[in-house]
């Protein structure tokens, strides 16, 4: 039997995404969305190499989702994920990342991601 598709509610105070997730099915878009959102959250309280280790983890998992979404999208709409994916990863591989600059421009991937599902 498959599984019901999560339900996205936007946060009155943020106007972010909360999804419900099936913490039972660790592929699902959505467990990894979720999880995503938690690494995110700690960024500013890691060192240099943990803050390089989590945005690596992020960009792997982000990069693996636009790929699944690439034969739902038009070939200009895959370019921009693509694009927005290399944004990530050049900024995860500066000597010194940014979270301020990552965090956004991630969670900005994750909520477009979230419409092609």
């Known amino acids: 039997m498959p599984r019901p598709r999560a339900s996205i509610r936007m946060s ?5 995404p909360r999804m419900l997730v099936d913490r039972g ?3 699902s878009p959505w467990w990894q969305v979720s999880v995503i959102g938690d690494m995110l959250a700690t960024l500013d309280t890691l060192t240099t190499a943990g803050q390089h ?3 690596g983890k992020v960009v792997a998992v982000v990069r693996d989702q636009v790929l699944r979404a690439g ?7 895959r370019d921009l994920l693509a694009g927005l994916v290399e944004d ?3 900024e995860s591989d500066r ?3 940014d979270p301020s ?4 421009r991630a969670e900005r991937l994750i909520k477009l991601l ?3 599902r």
């Open 12 to 16: 009155v105070t943020t106007s972010a």
């Open 95 to 97: 000597l010194s990342p």
């Open 114 to 116: 979230a419409v092609v």
């Open 71 to 77: 034969p739902l999208v038009s070939r200009p709409d």
């Open 25 to 27: 099915d660790r592929e």
């Open 88 to 90: 990530l990863e050049h």
């Open 101 to 104: 600059v990552f965090t956004p």
């Open 53 to 55: 280790h989590v945005m």
